[in-house]
């Protein structure tokens, strides 16, 4: 899903036709008792003092993704008086602040904090401000928030240049002529470059940086897993069928999203673990994909990891701040700086 801050990501993807989930008919249990309507815990005050409390945030969001492009992000928060402070603070501390408690505890908490596949409470005051916008206060606020297919996105960035793009298994990368290139093999065949752009996760990405000198410069990052199910069945009264639910994180399956198709109502489940027992939720079922990710997502509590360590080599993805829009970015001041160092020899 992408709302109307993700312009670069817009551009490539084609909107869905599928109405996006909705707070509006979602409901919510945090404490095992039976699912409520999600809006129960949303006041107009509440609501009001939330979006005062967000908007210097997206002002400051908004103004650092139009200088991604051309500068790393890790400069770009430390430079931002209020993105520095966020980093460093908590999000418990953050909502007290403001005075938001019960609506963030009833509904742009376990909301955004389902993005990070998180207790919001354990995240920082940044990460909590990006998963609260996004899917909390951006489904109740109508900030273009949208399903979107992306069947097409990779045929139209490859476009022109599908001759020159190796699908191979790296085996091994290496420094040589004095950190000057890279040479990488695929154990049948080798290639040297001038730039080397590791768009890996987590461990893979530590295991060759490590290999051309490369040192992780960052705060620790905190691996999170996602298991993702589409599920057509019957689901028990109790769970509300038709209806996006969030049952909060200590939940085995903490998020429901409902998704109409031509094959009928299906529902998105968003797992913590591979195997959740499915008949805890669904009279009879069936299991049309599913999909595994270990990790998602890495969240890092301080200092991000710098996307251009050296001058020939650059981190892309979303090692810093998870999603779409923020990787797309990072490969974005990859491609900028590369061609620049090249336009001036």
């Known amino acids: 899903m992408l709302n109307d801050d993700h312009h670069h990501m817009k551009k490539y993807a084609k909107k869905s036709t599928i109405k996006q989930p909705s707070l509006f008919q979602a409901y919510m249990s945090l404490d095992g008792s039976k699912p409520k309507l999600a ?4 006041s ?23 200088n991604q492009p051309h500068i ?19 999000a ?23 993005i990070y596949m998180s207790d919001w409470r354990e995240l920082n005051a940044l990460f909590f401000c990006l998963g609260a916008t996004w899917i909390g206060l951006g489904s109740l606020t109508g900030n273009g928030l949208s399903y979107y297919d992306w069947s097409g996105v ?28 890279f ?24 295991a060759f940086a490590e290999a051309v000198g490369i040192k992780e410069n960052a705060s620790p990052a905190t691996n999170v897993p996602l298991h993702v199910f589409h599920i057509k069945g ?3 009264d109790y769970y509300k069928p038709g209806c996006s639910l969030m049952l909060g994180m200590k939940e085995k399956v903490p998020m429901f999203f409902v998704l109409p198709s031509t094959k009928g109502q299906i529902d998105v489940l968003y797992a913590t673990i591979p195997d959740p027992v499915l ?20 969240l890092r509590s301080g200092k991000f990891q710098k996307l251009q360590p050296k001058s020939n080599v650059f981190m892309i993805g979303d090692h810093n701040i998870g999603g779409l829009e923020e990787s797309f970015l990072t490969g974005l001041f990859a491609a900028n700086k590369i061609i620049a160092a090249s336009r001036n020899g």
């Open 39 to 42: 809006l129960l815990g949303a």
């Open 154 to 181: 990779v045929p139209k960035l490859t476009k022109g240049y599908e001759d020159k793009i190796v699908i191979d298994t790296v085996t091994s990368v290496r420094s040589i002529d004095d950190g000057k290139a």
């Open 72 to 90: 790393c992000i890790t400069e770009l928060v430390a430079s931002d008086p209020l993105l520095n402070h966020l980093q460093q603070q908590s």
């Open 234 to 236: 019957k689901r028990r």
């Open 279 to 298: 008949e805890d939720y669904y009279e009879s079922y069936e299991v049309i994909e599913e999909k595994h990710w270990e990790p998602v997502v890495q």
């Open 44 to 66: 107009p005050i509440g609501f009001v003092k939330a979006v005062k409390a967000f908007a210097p945030f997206l002002k400051a969001m908004r103004r650092v993704r139009e």
């Open 183 to 206: 040479e990488v093999s695929s154990g049948s065949q080798s290639w040297v470059a001038k730039n080397l752009v590791l768009a890996l996760p987590g461990a893979a990405r530590v």
């Open 92 to 114: 418990v501390d953050f909502v007290r602040e403001h005075g938001i408690e019960k609506i963030s505890d009833r509904l742009l908490g376990p909301a955004g904090g389902a």
